[in-house]
Structure formats: structure tokens, C-alpha cells
């Protein structure tokens, strides 16, 4: 027999945020991976490749509403979303209409619904677990000693 208190905790445990932004629902789904002393950018997530902005299933994000990012626009739907993570501060990001997928391998860029480049932060304290936030102007993904933000109007 198995108890609840025996079961080893998930490696990348699955995490759902919401909030809204300009009147906005937005859910944002994902699998949250430790950085667990890994150099985490430009290692184990490769610059200039397609990464599922977390662990497992691809992260997807999801508005009601219509809205845009960088002028471009972002219907109301649910999307995978994608991150090419690069060496300088200006990352790109991806809004995928196939939103059920096992990480990106098999992501088709013939699919994407927008690709926007975004200016990243740099952080000194290591966000040890990936995690997303939802905020006042869109949403920032948070991970080793960086920080996505995606502005959506």
C-alpha cells in the first residue's frame, strides 16, 4: 500500500497562474522546473533553439480576449508558448496555435499565430523554480537569473 506522504514530489511540478490584463482573463499553464545548481542559459537550454517555456507539455497561455504584443496581434484563444532564448538581451517569443504538444519537438513554426522580440532582465538572485507572473501590463516568465517579460495590449 502507498500514502499520499510517500509519494516523491514531481521533479517539474505542473503550476497554473491567472489574473487579467486590460480586461483580459489570462491562464498561463506550465511545468515548473529547479535550476538545481545547472547553468541553466545557453546549456542546458540552448541559445537560437525553440524551447517550451518550462518542463514537460508545452506551457500555453490563454486570453479571452483579443490582444497584441509588439502591434501584433493575439486573438482570443489558447496558445503553446515558446521562448528562443539568445546570447544578447533581446529574446524571442512565440504564440503557437497547436497548444497540445509534448515540449517543442514538434513544434511547427507554420503554426505560430506571432513571434515578438522582447528585451529580458537580467536578476542577481537566482529564481531557483521557473515560475510565471501575471501582471499589470502582461505576463514575465522568471527563471535562473533572468526575467521574460511579454507586454500585451
Not at 9 to 17: C, H, L, M, N, R
Amino acid at each position: 500500500m502507498t500514502y499520499a506522504q510517500d509519494a516523491k514530489p514531481k521533479p517539474s511540478p505542473a503550476e497554473t497562474v491567472t489574473g487579467k490584463v486590460k480586461g483580459a482573463n489570462i491562464t498561463i499553464s506550465y511545468s515548473s522546473p529547479a535550476v538545481k545548481g545547472r547553468e541553466i542559459w545557453g546549456a542546458m537550454e540552448k541559445y537560437d533553439a525553440v524551447w517550451r517555456a518550462g518542463a514537460n507539455e508545452a506551457t500555453t497561455v490563454e486570453t479571452d480576449k483579443d490582444l497584441s504584443v509588439n502591434g501584433k496581434p493575439l486573438p482570443a484563444g489558447k496558445y503553446a508558448f515558446f521562448v528562443i532564448p539568445k546570447q544578447g538581451d533581446t529574446w524571442t517569443v512565440i504564440f503557437n496555435k497547436e497548444p497540445k504538444q509534448w515540449g517543442a519537438y514538434k513544434y511547427d513554426q507554420a503554426k505560430d499565430q506571432l513571434r515578438a522580440d522582447v528585451k529580458i532582465q537580467r536578476v542577481a538572485a537566482v529564481q531557483e523554480r521557473l515560475e510565471y507572473e501575471i501582471t499589470k501590463s502582461g505576463f514575465v516568465l522568471k527563471w535562473e537569473k533572468v526575467a521574460v517579460p511579454v507586454t500585451l495590449k
